[in-house]
């Protein structure tokens, strides 16, 4: 009986051992994720990275996150996909392993656009805060806001440049430009109708100071 079930169990091995193989490189998943989310943070923190943005107050900087723990839990899910990818192809699960495979490309370019992102915010922050506390600028909020937003435009149009999403990208760009172009007018429009006020009451100032005088030369 038990020679039976012995020869059984080692017929089945042999017809299923590579799902054996591919589940128990999945359950490895995790543990390799972890280990490489560890090495990656480890690394960071070696370079003082998350030391420096403490410093500089941003290490909160992305939506109240730390820029590092998006990107290592990114690269975390990426590696556990990758070896869900190899699994299925080991078990020879073809439906699986190419989401996966498409999944770990996805990733790949969501952890570049995430990392460009991240270092805009950081950027725009920095130069934001320095330029609220700089003397004799004038109109320093607005300057500084000013150059954040621009500073963050440019860093999801490549963001997004990375995922592939052009036609978002040129979107983007055309209300970008129509932006600028609106300030501008409205800008122009308000020096001219100040210029123009102002002229009219200087105008009006010295034909009054000065009818007298218009007044004599044409009798």
Do not use: C
């Not at 991240?118 to 934001?128: C, M, P, Q, V, W």
């Not at 006020?197 to 000065?210: C, E, H, P, S, Y």
């Amino acid at each position: 009986m038990a020679a039976d079930f012995i020869t059984n169990l080692a017929m089945w091995y042999e017809a299923n051992s590579h799902i054996v193989f591919g589940v128990l490189l999945v359950l490895l998943g995790p543990f390799f994720a972890q280990m490489v989310g560890g090495f990656v943070k480890y690394g960071l923190k070696k370079a003082k990275v998350e030391r420096w943005l403490r410093e500089h107050g941003l290490h909160d900087s992305v939506a109240g996150i730390s820029p590092l723990s998006v990107v290592v839990t990114l690269v975390k899910l990426a590696v556990f996909l990758l070896f869900l990818k190899w699994g299925a192809d080991i078990a020879m699960i073809p439906g699986v392993s190419a989401d996966a495979g498409n999944f770990v490309a996805f990733m790949t370019n969501v952890i570049w656009a995430v990392i460009i992102l991240s270092t805009g915010l950081i950027i725009a922050d920095y130069i934001g805060d320095r330029m609220k506390k700089a003397r004799g600028v004038l109109f320093s909020g607005v300057v500084a806001l000013a150059a954040e937003g621009l500073i963050i435009y440019l860093a999801l149009v490549e963001a997004f440049n990375a995922l592939g999403r052009r036609a978002l990208v040129t979107l983007m760009t055309n209300l970008f430009n129509a932006m600028v172009y609106g300030i501008a007018l409205a800008i122009g429009l308000a020096f001219g109708l100040a210029f123009g006020l102002g002229l009219k009451d200087q105008i009006a100032t010295v034909a009054r100071d000065k009818s007298s005088d218009i007044g004599m030369f044409l009798k």
